[in-house]
């Protein structure tokens, strides 16, 4: 599973939103986040990580899993958030590696629209 985003992109994983959160805001330069909408029940969840990201780094994009079907505030604030992608659980790694590949392409090369 790992190999195969090794392979396309350098990723980080962490063991707390506040960690990520203090990672992201280190970085010189970020293309793209991928992260869920609920991580270990911190106030700085998925949602903040996301939103500090487009703050720092207007032109990333940002991957969230989401369960997109039911009402949430933290989705309506996404949702008005430039290239934001919401995608579902369960998820195939070759996937989402080739999902993130194709709207990185598209957009750097069509100046695609928000999925």
């Given at each position: 599973?790992?190999?195969?985003?090794?392979?396309?992109?350098?990723?980080?994983v962490?063991?707390?939103?506040?960690?990520?959160?203090a990672?992201?805001?280190s970085?010189?330069?970020?293309?793209?986040?991928v992260?869920?909408?609920?991580?270990?029940?911190?106030?700085r969840g998925?949602?903040?990580i996301?939103r500090a990201v487009?703050?720092q780094?207007?032109?990333?994009?940002?991957?969230?899993?989401?369960?997109?079907?039911?009402?949430?505030?933290?989705?309506?604030?996404l949702?008005g958030?430039?290239d934001?992608?919401?995608?579902?659980?369960?998820?195939?790694?070759?996937?989402?590696?080739?999902y993130?590949?194709?709207?990185?392409?598209?957009?750097n090369?069509?100046g695609?629209?928000?999925?």
């Amino acid at each position: 599973m790992k190999r195969n985003l090794r392979d396309s992109f350098r990723y980080f994983v962490f063991s707390t939103s506040e960690k990520a959160l203090a990672f992201v805001r280190s970085l010189p330069h970020l293309d793209a986040l991928v992260t869920e909408l609920d991580l270990d029940f911190s106030t700085r969840g998925g949602c903040n990580i996301a939103r500090a990201v487009k703050q720092q780094f207007p032109k990333a994009f940002i991957f969230v899993f989401a369960d997109d079907s039911k009402e949430d505030h933290r989705l309506i604030l996404l949702r008005g958030l430039k290239d934001i992608y919401f995608l579902s659980k369960p998820f195939d790694v070759f996937f989402l590696s080739r999902y993130i590949k194709k709207v990185l392409y598209r957009k750097n090369n069509e100046g695609g629209t928000n999925s």
